[in-house]
């Protein structure tokens, strides 16, 4: 296992919102904020699927029923959701979130445990966990190394890491079509249908810290330093969904 020593941001500085990379993770909550309230009306113009699609990908990576779940970057609650419908009334499902406005947004559909928090670092106890996931909020964490770091902290001997992402195949027609459709349609659309600044703003910085984000390699390779075992890239919806998934060892590496 190869240790990462220096910090490892998802993505370059995006001047273009916040100016300089410290005011980076400032930035992000305050637009999550400021957007909670429009954030269901985005999935009702994806009809939802995402509800759905969230807990076959769950089901997939092996969440079970009486298991024991971390949901970091809650949001509203899409991927906590589906979790505790598999996991049953013998597992359990806390959430943790930066966001107020987004713990507040949760508190309306999810009754688990809440916690206001960040992934760099988690509030809670060492070896606590089953399953940690994380639902298309990669990208929005300041350090992959210290994220990745506090993950396998936080999971119990075995325990397996989830993290659904967006995704833009490398390059061609299918790169050209994903930004039509990303990085023009789905933001004129969120315009038109929340009738906010924000949400529409919301959207293009969510294009451009996919399209600017790490190569999975990267990803892989972080999670493996990290001391996390079978670090796995798959492309679940080519242009829509990837999803990265990985455990950590039951005996120490």
């Not at 100016?19 to 113009?45: M, N, Q």
């Not at 997939?60 to 970057?73: F, I, N, S």
Request: net charge positive.
């Amino acid at each position: 296992m190869t240790k990462i020593a220096e910090a490892l941001p998802p993505h370059p500085p995006l001047t273009r919102y916040y100016g300089s990379d410290p005011r980076r993770s400032r930035y992000v909550i305050d637009l999550f904020d400021r957007t909670a309230r429009h954030y269901d009306t985005i999935e009702k113009i994806f009809l939802n699927t995402g509800l759905w699609y969230r807990r076959f990908c769950l089901r997939r990576a092996g969440l079970a029923p009486g298991m024991k779940v971390l949901d970091v970057a809650i949001g509203t609650a899409a991927v906590a959701r589906g979790a505790l419908r598999i996991v049953g009334p013998a597992g359990r499902v806390f959430g943790v979130d930066p966001s107020s406005g987004m713990l507040a947004r949760a508190r309306k559909v999810f009754h688990g445990p809440l916690t206001r928090g960040v992934a760099e670092h988690l509030p809670f106890a060492s070896d606590s966990f089953d399953f940690v996931t994380m639902g298309i909020a990669l990208r929005h964490v300041s350090d992959l190394v210290a994220t990745f770091g506090e993950y396998v902290r936080v999971l119990r001997p075995g325990g397996t890491l989830w993290m659904l992402e967006g995704h833009i195949p490398s390059r061609g027609v299918g790169r050209e079509l994903t930004r039509l459709v990303w990085a023009r349609a789905i933001p004129a659309l969120t315009g038109l249908a929340t009738r906010s600044r924000d949400a529409r703003l919301l959207m293009d910085y969510y294009w451009d810290t996919v399209e600017q984000c790490v190569p999975p390699e990267t990803i892989l390779h972080t999670l493996a330093a990290a001391g996390f075992v079978e670090p796995r890239y798959e492309v679940m919806m080519p242009g829509v969904f990837c999803q990265y998934t990985a455990k950590r060892p039951v005996t120490p590496d």
